[in-house]
């Protein structure tokens, strides 16, 4: 059982930036997909970003291209988004998943956080 504990989230206004993180209580991290989703209120779940076992390959929504970068680092076991630019309608909660399928992390994972509030003010 994969145990997933977001944080980073919090305030910050239209343009800034945050870094989120996602640590895992598995010592086989390195053989999970792990991805990240959000979901704002009133809205469905959404799928934000991607990275496979290895790190050399990541996959995002159309919506946070060219401004959040996923990472990895398996040796501390954490997952990182790096949001820059952003704006009011990124403020969601976002979720940490892990799945060791890559196609299936994008979809529909077996393992997620509780969620961390990010919030952007305009």
């Known amino acids: 059982q994969v145990q997933l504990v977001e944080s980073g989230g919090g305030l910050v206004q239209a343009g800034g930036s945050l870094r989120l993180s996602c640590a895992a209580s598995e010592r086989t991290f390195n053989m999970y997909a792990m991805g990240w989703f959000r979901q704002a209120p009133g809205k469905e779940r959404e799928f934000v970003a991607a990275?496979?076992?290895?790190?050399?390959?990541?996959y995002y929504a159309d919506s946070v291209k060219g401004r959040f970068t996923i990472s990895r680092d398996n040796a501390k076991n954490t997952v990182y988004l790096q949001m820059n630019s952003l704006k009011p309608e990124d403020t969601a909660v976002y979720y940490c998943?892990?799945?060791?399928?890559?196609?299936?992390?994008?979809?529909?994972?077996?393992?997620w956080g509780q969620g961390t509030q990010v919030t952007v003010s305009s």
């Open positions: 998943a892990a799945d060791r399928q890559f196609i299936v992390v994008v979809t529909t994972p077996n393992y």
């Open positions: 990275i496979n076992w290895s790190g050399d390959s990541t």
